[in-house]
């Protein structure tokens, strides 16, 4: 069973950049498509990235594309989320999660392995 802790988060201005890292327990990372979903306080939590499981196909939303790249490294069983251009509206708490499927997807239903959390504040 795959496991995930998230770290990175912080606190920078706007149009600052932060990266984000998840680290994975387990032997069947590599076997799992990977995501970066976000929430916000009062808000439902919400696809930002996603990631095949050869780190060659990957699905951003359309909110964050062109400022964020998320990358893989199966060898070291982590995940990145590079985060440049930021804005207030980014704010979040952000969790990386591990997929049940064969392909990139938005749908959280399609994640059965979540991490706790890091929380990512954009000041203006």
């Known amino acids: 069973q795959v496991q995930l802790v998230e770290s990175g988060g912080g606190l920078v201005q706007a149009v600052g950049s932060l990266r984000l890292s998840c680290a994975a327990s387990?032997?069947?990372?590599?076997?799992?498509?990977m995501g970066w979903f976000r929430q916000a306080p009062e808000k439902e939590r919400e696809f930002v990235a996603s990631?095949?499981?050869?780190?060659?196909?990957?699905y951003y939303a359309d909110s964050v594309k062109g400022r964020f790249t998320i990358s893989r490294d199966n060898a070291k069983n982590t995940g990145d989320l590079q985060m440049n251009s930021l804005k207030p509206e980014d704010t979040a708490v952000y969790y990386c999660?591990?997929?049940?499927?064969?392909?990139?997807?938005?749908?959280?239903?399609?994640?059965?392995?979540w991490g706790q959390g890091t929380q990512v504040t954009v000041s203006s």
């Open positions: 990631i095949s499981m050869s780190g060659r196909s990957t």
């Open positions: 387990g032997r069947t990372f590599s076997s799992r498509v």
């Open positions: 999660a591990a997929g049940t499927g064969l392909y990139t997807t938005d749908s959280p239903n399609k994640y059965n392995t």
